[in-house]
């Protein structure tokens, strides 16, 4: 069952860029308290530069792939406390640019202070860490409120 199911989340205004290279961003957005955990909203953009037609097909289906893979190759999100799982997404990319967005699912709710960290190795982004207030995201989530009594 989706953890968010039924419950109207409190968000936390986190703007933040985790890393950037000259290829690629990625950004969180926010985040999104729930009594069983929080979820990150991340912005994925990437410009192709002098890429030839099949390294950037690659590019496409490693960001269409989801989570974990090889640390040269894929797009990788990492936190130093719970676990993270893939909640959802969209993109939209042409010939030249890449945008998508990714949400997700940390758990459990966080109520300290912790690292997330992201790799893709591919873009010229080392692993590149964020420290994220814990307490902010654990204070925020009782304010959620399920939908029905």
């Known amino acids: 069952m989706d953890p968010t199911a039924e419950i109207l989340g409190c968000p936390v205004p986190i703007a933040r860029f985790v890393a950037r290279s000259e290829l690629a961003v990625i950004a969180l957005q926010h985040v999104v308290a729930y009594p069983a955990g929080c979820s990150l909203t991340l912005h994925l953009a990437v410009r192709r530069g002098s890429w030839d037609d099949s390294t950037w097909a690659g590019i496409d ?10 640390a040269d190759a894929s797009l990788q999100f990492r936190v130093d406390r719970g676990s993270l799982v893939e909640l959802g997404g969209g993109a939209s990319s042409n010939d030249r640019s890449y945008r998508g967005e990714r949400q997700l699912w940390l758990a459990p709710l966080p109520s300290e202070a912790f690292e997330f960290a992201v790799e893709w190795r591919k873009v010229g982004i080392e692993r590149t860490t964020i420290r994220l207030d814990g307490r902010v995201i ?4 009782k304010g959620a409120e399920p939908f029905w009594p």
């Open 61 to 70: 289906m490693v960001l269409a792939g989801g989570l974990p893979g090889p």
């Open 138 to 141: 654990a204070e925020a989530a």
